[in-house]
């Protein structure tokens, strides 16, 4: 290991910013975070480029959020919320291209749909989670079928249906998801409806047959995004 900088930072500041660089945060990072501290609010990094965990655009996004307790892994609240912008497409055979693309919500960041544990016990998690996936799945089927809809009225080319990303906080919530899955697997698959939402967040059990999965799961840690982008007035950080 070679010394790059050495010697008191009080008397040789060009050094230790220097210094700073060479590491992953850098001092433009630890200098945009001590003015958020300074002036209590939050901003974005400056160059601080871009994510490759952040999707540039999805047309359904599907945020997600879990809190559960860590001695028993009993998940205590479930909550999603969505958004849809209908997929710009191709003029019909008059020419005539729609300008106004369709959206629609479910739940908003004020009032998410939310599914509460009220018995920590796994069999009150079951009903829950189960539920929890059944509005996921209502959720896509619904935007499926507005692909298809389009697909069957005035577009001249079927073109690839709307693509979606799920958000989750952190990888500790991903892994609540998956050890939910785990554990309540016989009754995810036993239900049609429901088998397939298995493969987003895949337990271990599944992972046994790689060759039964459809697609990679779109899932975004957005810790990671603002960790690496954003500049909180939050002198100290916890996590599990």
């Known amino acids: ?101 369709d959206t629609k919500h479910w739940g908003d960041s004020k009032r998410p749909l939310v599914y509460v544990v009220d018995q920590r016990s796994v069999e009150t998690e079951r009903r829950e989670f189960l539920r929890f996936l059944e509005q996921l799945k209502e959720i896509m ?30 990888e500790a919530q991903l892994r609540q998801l998956i050890r939910m899955v785990g554990r309540h697997l016989s009754a ?8 397939d939402l298995a493969w987003l967040f895949p337990s271990p059990e599944l992972l046994a047959h790689p060759e039964d999965a459809t697609r990679r799961s779109p899932i975004t840690l957005v810790a990671d995004a603002v960790e690496s982008h954003v500049a909180v007035p939050q002198p100290h950080h916890y996590t599990l």
């Open 1 to 101: 290991m070679t010394m790059i900088e050495h010697g008191d930072p009080n008397r040789n500041l060009d050094g230790f910013r220097r210094s700073l660089g060479e590491f992953a945060t850098g001092v433009t990072v630890i200098t945009a975070r001590a003015k958020a501290l300074v002036e209590g609010k939050a901003a974005t990094i400056p160059n601080s480029g871009t994510s490759a965990v952040m999707p540039q655009w999805a047309d359904l996004k599907i945020w997600m959020n879990l809190d559960f307790d860590p001695s028993s892994a009993i998940t205590a609240v479930m909550s999603l919320r969505a958004w849809w912008m209908e997929p710009n497409y191709k003029p019909n055979v008059a020419g005539r291209k729609k300008t106004q693309r």
């Open 188 to 195: 995810i698959v036993a239900n049609p409806n429901l088998r």
């Open 141 to 170: 089927d619904e935007v499926r079928d507005s692909d298809k809809k389009r697909a069957e009225s005035d577009r001249t080319e079927l073109e690839q249906g709307s693509s979606y990303q799920i958000y989750l906080w952190d």
